[in-house]
């Protein structure tokens, strides 16, 4: 059960930073006939940020659909923020029917291209059976991977299993560490699961998760 809080909340928190930290400023922001033309041309980023725009209602008419056209083009082209995008908007039925399957698709993608925030959700997928088979092993290789980049809230995500022992030994060192490194980013489901690991924990068993996480060091992907 604590497990599936901790999806939730990784889910709930990021729902409101998805599409903001993929967007471009208003001051830098060419105008829309300037981007329309550059995306009719084939331009991967400029599709992408032009869906950012419809998705947000700025600029233009907010239009899910829209958004939704203009992140595939982007995506078809590789273009790994759009893939993600674009699966997050599958997998909520933002502007086409929902579908998980065509979620797990397009996050895959982007997680393979190294998008720790794509790495996650496609942690949480597998972790509840969402688009694919329930497989918490699989659900523990994309939170590692999105945890090593520095992801606080994979972090999180992986602690817990590591506490409880779901897709991987049990082993309370690792489930501090990962939780204590989610904690420092200010995560609040890192602290509290840093906080019930530790009652449960040596002085030995704590110093050493202490070491591991003050020795840290993000190592981010390199897009193949």
């Not at 972790?127 to 980049?149: F, S």
Request: aromatic fraction near 10%.
């Amino acid at each position: 059960m604590r497990s599936a809080a901790i999806t939730v909340i990784c889910v709930v928190l990021l729902v409101g930073v998805v599409l903001v930290f993929w967007s471009v400023s208003a001051q830098t922001r060419p105008s829309l006939n300037e981007l329309l033309t550059k995306a009719e041309a084939g331009g991967a980023e400029v599709q992408f940020n032009l869906g950012n725009m419809y998705r947000k209602g700025e600029g233009v008419p907010k239009n899910a659909v829209e958004a939704v056209k203009w992140f595939t083009r982007a995506a078809e082209q590789g273009d790994a923020p759009a893939q993600f995008n674009l699966g997050f908007m599958y997998a909520n039925g933002k502007g086409v029917p929902k579908n998980a399957v065509e979620a797990v698709k397009w996050y895959t993608r982007a997680a393979e291209q190294g998008l720790a925030l794509a790495q996650c959700f496609l942690g949480i997928m597998y972790a509840k059976g969402e688009g694919v088979p329930k497989d918490a092993v699989e659900a523990v290789k994309w939170y590692t991977r999105a945890a090593e980049q520095g992801f606080a809230w994979a972090q999180s995500n992986l602690g817990d299993m590591y506490y409880q022992g779901i897709g991987i030994p049990k082993d309370f060192v690792l489930a501090y560490k990962w939780s204590n490194l989610a904690a420092a980013s200010g995560t609040d489901s890192g602290v509290a699961l840093r906080d019930l690991v530790e009652k449960q924990m040596t002085s030995d068993q704590i110093a050493e998760a202490q070491r591991l996480s003050a020795a840290f060091v993000p190592k981010p992907e390199v897009k193949p």
